[in-house]
């Protein structure tokens, strides 16, 4: 069936390049879940029709590498607290740990509850596409409330060969590490100290995009260093793994050579500012979009929204340089364009032949609007989104359905925290 959309303010982009920014009122035809053309009138008696006019239509945004799971089960727990240690931090003392619990003692309708807060968060938060690096047990929690709602997920398991790296406190082990199990294609690396030389071989005969979390922090990089005579980025080098398929999920810590073999490569980089924020660290995408980067933004452990993702990518990027270097069509751009080319997928961007992604935009409570996409990335919220699209399928979200959610969520979540105050909270 056809699909028009009428009378919206369209927002795209025209071309590759951060400011070819592309606004006029259009129709949009869609067929079979893709844009089938743009004019600024289309009429097709046999298509149904999304009524847009007074508002702003723009692709869905992009998150690569979001960490769904412990956005929700590790909420408060970290924000606080600097993951600028590697060994020993808030990370690996209690947030893997409250995991690790989690995988074990939720139920598969508990695991569900949780996923499906998230993706609501998500789209809630402007999301239309997400790629997940999942534990391992919420992998099919995540595909199944995926699929009822029908938001774009890809889901990648997180793997490790020697298990989670141990939790300890006055030199006790709290948690004892677990196999993470054969890798497979479509899971991810949790990082270089825990992959084995068979995952390295498992992993370069994969095919598709390949997940990895690295260099994360300078503590990581002295760890690797001391483990591996290589920096983590280097590392993936040497294994055959830092190809034009790698996302690499962090990216806050390189140096010259490390981003040299990422442009070489042509790799991709998937980070999240706020992480960088509440890590109280550099968000440098200005620093590897110089070095031509492709440089995309996730939510991480620290929130589900994609628009305050933009937001505080646009204020650390102007951190990192000026205001005039990074701009809110460059946050728009690492939001959208720049996850669609890290993943090879058609989304991202409002043309011909690419899926029927979509956020529709009640400009109303942003008051005065001259300037519709840098209001959206500095003053919008989710509260001005007032209908989405996924494969030009109309994806309703209630405040009702969303709070109910939160109560699933919140009962499973109390438990997992009810156990790990035995031991690790």
């Known amino acids: 069936m056809k699909t028009i959309v009428k009378g919206g303010l369209v927002i795209t982009f025209i071309h590759e390049g951060y400011h070819s920014i592309k606004m006029k009122y259009a129709d949009l035809l869609i067929e079979d879940g893709r844009f089938l053309d743009i004019k600024e009138e289309i009429t097709d008696a046999s298509a149904r029709v999304v009524d847009a006019h007074g508002l702003w239509v723009l692709p869905g945004l992009v998150d690569v590498a979001s960490s769904a799971a412990g956005a929700v089960l590790l909420n408060g727990l970290l924000p606080d607290y600097s993951r600028a240690r590697w060994q020993g931090s808030m990370i690996h003392g209690r947030a893997l740990p409250v995991l690790e619990i989690a995988s074990d003692l939720l139920s598969e309708e508990e695991k569900r509850a949780v996923m499906r807060y998230a993706l609501l968060l998500m789209l809630d938060g402007g999301a239309t596409t997400l790629a997940d690096l999942t534990p391992p047990a919420f992998a099919g929690a995540l595909r199944h409330e995926a699929e009822s709602l029908g938001i774009r997920a890809l889901i990648y398991p997180e793997r490790t060969a020697q298990g989670t790296p141990a939790a300890e406190h006055s030199g006790l082990l709290r948690v004892p590490p677990r196999k993470g199990g054969e890798f497979a294609p479509g899971d991810a690396l949790f990082s270089v100290e825990t992959t084995s030389p068979e995952m390295y071989a498992q992993a370069r005969r994969a095919q598709g995009p390949l997940l990895v979390r690295a260099a994360y922090c300078e503590y990581e990089r002295q760890v690797s260093r001391m483990a591996f005579g290589a920096s983590p980025l280097e590392k993936l080098d040497k294994e055959g793994l830092l190809t034009g398929r790698t996302i690499v999920a962090g990216g806050y810590q390189t140096d010259f050579f490390d981003r040299e073999r990422l442009r070489t490569a042509g790799a991709s980089v998937a980070m999240s500012a706020v992480t960088a924020m509440q890590d109280g660290v550099p968000f440098p995408i200005v620093t590897l979009l110089k070095q031509d980067v492709n440089t995309c933004l996730s939510t991480g452990y620290f929130g589900l929204s994609m628009l305050d993702e933009m937001r505080q990518a646009a204020f650390g990027g102007k951190l990192e340089s000026s205001a005039t270097q ?81 109560a699933a969520a919140q009962r499973a979540a109390q438990r997992v925290w009810a156990e790990a105050r035995k031991t690790i909270l």
């Open 326 to 406: 990074f701009q809110a069509s460059d946050a728009f751009y690492a939001a959208t364009i720049a996850g669609a080319q890290a993943l090879g997928e058609q989304i991202g961007r409002i043309e011909p032949g690419y899926n029927a992604d979509l956020l529709f935009v009640d400009p109303t409570a942003l008051g005065p609007h001259n300037y519709p996409l840098i209001q959206l990335v500095y003053r919008g919220g989710s509260r001005d989104i007032v209908s989405r699209m996924v494969g030009g399928r109309m994806l309703p979200l209630e405040r009702a359905s969303l709070a109910s959610s939160a």
